[in-house]
């Protein structure tokens, strides 16, 4: 088990896990955008050690990874208001939504950095599963539901590593500070 800081908005109904490079004060300096800034907050999470615990590891995530997802966006565009069976690719750092799992050309796609992802799917959504995803974008919304939690952790874990691991850095592996290295820093 580790523990893991989340950002939570909409009065918690959608946790972001935050990635290990990722600045705290950048993340809630932003929730003055949010249109209801008192919503959103800071929350740590005891994490079981199966679930996310890549994101902590020196192992290179997978370069590719696919699947069969329920998936509805919003505004509706391409999908609709209902929820569909897609095949979703993550790929060189993007999303991609393919036709079916043989095609060669995605329908739609998009840049994993102008993304924010946030587990769980607001409930007047009306999510077909209880494991889903909200991918939020600058004017746009896409949920993805999960067959099964470590199916999500799976998704989770490849999303946040595409979007913030560079690919051409050298493995580093994270080391714990102790209380006794706080106090020889200097603020």
């Known amino acids: 088990e580790f523990w893991l800081t989340f950002e939570a908005i909409e009065n918690g109904e959608l946790e972001r896990p935050l990635h290990p490079k990722e600045k705290v004060l950048e993340q809630a300096l932003q929730w003055g955008k949010l249109t209801d800034p008192s919503s959103a907050f800071l929350v ?6 199966g679930e996310g615990a890549i994101l902590f590891s020196g192992l290179k995530s997978e370069a590719q990874k696919g699947g069969l997802l329920k998936c509805r966006e919003e505004p509706p565009k391409l999908l609709g208001n209902k929820f569909q069976e897609r095949y979703f690719l993550l790929q ?9 799992k043989k095609s060669m050309k995605p329908e739609r796609e998009w840049v994993l950095t102008s993304l924010k992802l946030y587990v ?50 050298v493995t580093v592996t994270m080391r714990r500070h102790s209380s006794s290295d706080l106090t020889r820093q200097k603020f």
């Not at 740590?44 to 050690?49: E, F, G, L, Q, T």
């Not at 995803?133 to 199916?151: A, G, H, I, P, R």
């Open 120 to 169: 769980g799917i607001r409930k007047k959504i009306k999510a077909p599963t209880q494991w889903g995803l909200t991918l939020v974008m600058d004017k746009q919304q896409l949920f993805l539901c999960f067959s099964k939690q470590e199916e999500l952790w799976e998704w989770i874990t490849s999303l946040l590593r595409a979007q913030h691991d560079d690919p051409q850095a």
């Open 92 to 100: 060189n750092r993007k999303l991609l939504l393919m036709k079916d």
């Open 44 to 49: 740590m999470k005891k994490i079981p050690s």
